[in-house]
C-alpha cells in the first residue's frame, strides 16, 4: 500500500515537472545582441560629451587656448 502511493506521487512529480528541452530564447533588450547594446550605449556617450561641451563654447563656459 505504502509502496503504491509512493508510486504514485514519483509519477506525478515527473509529469508535473517543466520540460526540460525546451530552452528558452535569451533575452533581448529591444532585439539586440549585448554587443549591438553596448555600441549603441557607447555612441550615446559619444554624442553627449560632443554635445554638452559644443554647449559650453558656445556659451562661453570655457575658451580653448588657441582662441584665449
Known sequence: MIEDLRQQASESFES???????????ARFLGMTPFQSF???????????????TCLLVTGRIVPPLFG
Do not use: E
Open 39 to 53: 555600441v549603441i550605449a557607447l555612441l550615446l556617450l559619444i554624442l553627449t560629451c560632443l554635445l554638452s561641451a
Open 16 to 26: 508535473d515537472a517543466p520540460a526540460t528541452s525546451a530552452a528558452r530564447p535569451p
